[in-house]
């Protein structure tokens, strides 16, 4: 089995059955390059909020992690 098909591939759960991988995705959210209304208008717990609804039952947010360049969801 090559690395990708264990990062990806199934794995083996109890009683025989298969549970697929768990898997991460990184949003980065650039805190300067757009206007400042932006900013203003729209705010991080609003976007994550709606990021949920979208998800619905295919995964979950764990949190953020806020920087001066950047934020990482």
Same mark, same amino acid.
């Given at each position: ?9 199934? =794995?083996? +759960?109890? !009683?025989?059955?298969?549970?697929? +991988? =768990? =898997? ?5 959210? /650039? ?5 400042? +209304? ?7 717990? !609003?976007?994550?909020? =709606? ?5 619905? /039952?295919?995964?979950? #947010?764990?949190?953020?992690?806020? !920087?001066? +360049?950047?934020? #990482? #969801?």
């Amino acid at each position: 089995m090559n690395w990708l098909s264990r990062i990806i591939g199934k =794995q083996a +759960a109890s !009683g025989g059955n298969y549970i697929p +991988a =768990q =898997q991460a995705l990184f949003i980065r959210l /650039d805190s300067h390059s757009l206007p400042a +209304a932006i900013y203003e208008e729209y705010s991080l717990s !609003g976007f994550e909020s =709606q990021l949920e609804v979208a998800l619905g /039952d295919l995964g979950e #947010i764990d949190g953020y992690a806020r !920087g001066e +360049a950047d934020t #990482i #969801i």
